[in-house]
């Protein structure tokens, strides 16, 4: 199983951007989907969970600012971040719990991570 995260870059105060996250290989379904953020000399954070059922929860520093939505079909996770900060300046990372087989338990895989650097 491979994550393959994009869409980071280099974006002014305000902006917008929007990440994608793609698993690729081969299971049999994923469950929870994350996007995660580190900053340098930070801890990484939390910024975003989407459900196999859809339900979302985000981080306080976010909330209202980002989106996270999937689409199964193309086993894609997505964050869709408005009015951008220079604090949300980080590598963004990118984790799903994925069951290799119908009775295993899910197990977290991580993507490589895309920088998203916010500055004027």
């Known amino acids: 199983v491979q994550l393959q995260a994009s869409g980071g870059g280099l974006v002014q105060p305000g902006g917008s951007l929007r990440l994608s996250c793609a698993a690729s290989g081969s299971f049999f379904t994923i469950n929870d989907m994350r996007w995660y953020r580190e900053a340098p000399g930070k801890q990484r954070e939390l910024v975003a969970t989407?459900?196999?059922?859809?339900?979302?929860n985000y981080a306080d520093s976010v909330k209202g600012r980002c989106t996270i939505s999937r689409d199964n079909a193309k086993k894609t996770v997505y964050l869709q971040m408005t009015s951008l900060k220079s604090e949300d300046t980080a590598v963004y990372y990118c984790?799903?719990?994925?069951?290799?087989?119908?009775?295993?338990?899910?197990?977290?895989?991580w993507g490589q991570g895309t920088q998203v650097t916010v500055s004027s």
């Open positions: 989407i459900t196999s059922l859809y339900s979302t």
């Open positions: 984790s799903a719990d994925v069951r290799l087989y119908r009775f295993t338990v899910a197990q977290p895989y």
